[in-house]
């Protein structure tokens, strides 16, 4: 769900006065709660991370794609983690939030390297 802030963030850019930053962070977190336009932040992250972050666009889709990796070495020292929830963000470890999504538990080890796709489809 695209939230207020990342909202406001592509108005700001369609009027020239953008400031805040494009989507360059991804985080996961273990609420589930459903998100609201209002929220700020994910309900409880978990990882957030810069550097295996990857971003895809298609015109025959319309759709852009934002791609996280956490390898099997991270987070650090917390493993096995439960992850439910998926944020795009302008920064680390504060920045705007462009948008919040939750899935179904995942619970991911220290064996196992995951990928997160968030997909934004244009029309």
Not at 50 to 69: C, G, P
Not at 77 to 105: H, L, M
């Amino acid at each position: 769900m695209f939230l207020n802030q990342g909202k406001n963030n592509i108005r700001d850019l369609l009027v020239g006065s953008f400031v805040i930053g494009s989507p360059s962070y991804a985080a996961v977190g273990s609420d589930g709660t459903n998100p609201v336009s209002t929220n700020t932040a994910l309900g409880s992250e978990i990882n957030r991370t810069r550097r295996v972050f990857d971003s895809k666009n298609s015109a025959v889709t319309k759709q852009v794609e934002f791609e996280m990796i956490l390898p099997s070495t991270e987070p650090s020292g917390i493993q096995p983690i439960f992850t439910r929830e998926i944020g795009i963000f302008t920064g680390s470890p504060t920045g705007s939030i462009y948008s919040r999504s939750v899935f179904s538990e995942f619970e991911k080890t220290g064996d196992i390297e995951v990928q997160y796709i968030v997909a934004y489809r244009i029309e």
